[in-house]
T-cell receptor
């Protein structure tokens, strides 16, 4: 079972920041928090990942609490094309192959 | 941007027939994966493949399934005798190294078993 919990759905106004929360109170110290999204049954798309520090890339920012029990994915200026299911996934940092365990994610609807 | 390519995009097959789903991973990637998603359900891990052998597989990946990297570019998933419940989107993914890097997913093959 997934080690993360997310709200099933959220709405966000176009142009505003979308803040997607994720609880992962049971992840271990060597587990990264990864975010993926899936736009309308397309293949999942990598967004960002982090371990302890906050991370930012061209798509989003990831804020991880100091106790690592939760995190927030921020899409700074949501567009209609950001409407998708967003998955927060705990991934072991062990070397070798790894599998992603997808939960149900958060369905983000960006509203004009 | 590099991409994982899957063919065909849609395959319809009769129950009991064999199907082969094809994937071309990103060229310098070393780890390859198959996932599936039954309509309306979660994305589920099937198998991972590294150094020409299976490194992990899920309970779904039973004897009816097999994977192969027949040449330097293709990665295939074979279902020997399809069942109705095999109807799903099948996604191929690849990563450069295991563990810490993001996976690139293909756009999927929609398999419909009739």
């Amino acid at each position: 079972d997934a080690k993360t919990t997310q709200p099933p759905s959220m709405d966000c106004a176009e142009g505003r920041a979308a803040n997607l929360p994720c609880n992962h109170s049971t992840i271990s110290g060597n587990e990264y928090v990864y975010w993926y999204r899936q736009i309308h049954s397309q293949g999942p798309q990598y967004i960002i990942h982090g371990l302890k520090n906050n991370e930012t890339n061209e798509m989003a920012s990831l804020i991880i609490t100091e106790d690592r029990k939760s995190s927030t994915l921020i899409l700074p200026h949501a567009t209609l094309r950001d409407t998708a299911v967003y998955y927060c996934i705990a991934v072991s940092s062990g070397a070798g192959s790894y599998q992603l365990t997808f939960g149900k994610g958060t369905k983000l609807s960006v509203i004009p | 941007e590099p991409e994982v390519t899957q063919t065909p995009s849609h395959q319809v097959t009769q129950m009991g027939q064999e199907v082969i789903l094809r994937c071309v991973p990103i060229s310098n990637h070393l780890y390859f994966y198959w996932y599936r998603q039954i309509l309306g359900q979660k994305v589920e891990f099937l198998v991972s493949f590294y150094n020409n052998e299976i490194s992990e597989k899920s309970e779904i990946f039973d004897d009816q399934f097999s994977v192969e990297r027949p040449d330097g570019s293709n990665f295939t998933l074979k279902i020997r005798s399809t069942k109705l419940e095999d109807s799903a989107m099948y996604f191929c993914a690849s990563t450069a190294t295991g563990g810490w890097t993001e996976a690139f997913f293909g756009q999927g093959t929609r398999l419909t078993v009739v």
